[in-house]
């Protein structure tokens, strides 16, 4: 249900960017975007500081532990969402 929300906020061409420090969640959402016809365009186990964006309080406290931040780039089904750059 989570992702048809997500498809009617993303404009045609968007994509949706998942971090996490949950492995369980990752490979839940994994499974979940790839049966609902996502394409996941970068996955990435262990992503590296430099290529993380906005990095938060609790990824800044994961990482000096040492504990991976999980992450996936998705797009949905092609024609899939609503929203036009006009919108």
């Known amino acids: 249900a989570f992702l ?26 994994e499974l979940n975007f790839r049966a609902a016809g996502w394409e996941i365009r970068e996955l990435e186990l262990n992503l590296p500081a430099e290529r993380a964006g906005v990095i938060t309080e609790y990824e800044n406290r994961y990482r000096r532990r040492g504990q991976p931040i999980y992450f996936l780039l998705a797009a949905p089904p092609a024609g899939d969402s609503v929203k036009s750059a006009a919108d």
Not at 4 to 29: A, C, M, P, V
């Open 4 to 29: 048809q929300q997500y498809r009617h906020i993303l404009k045609s061409g968007g994509e949706l960017r998942f971090k996490t420090d949950n492995l369980g969640l990752f490979r839940w959402s």
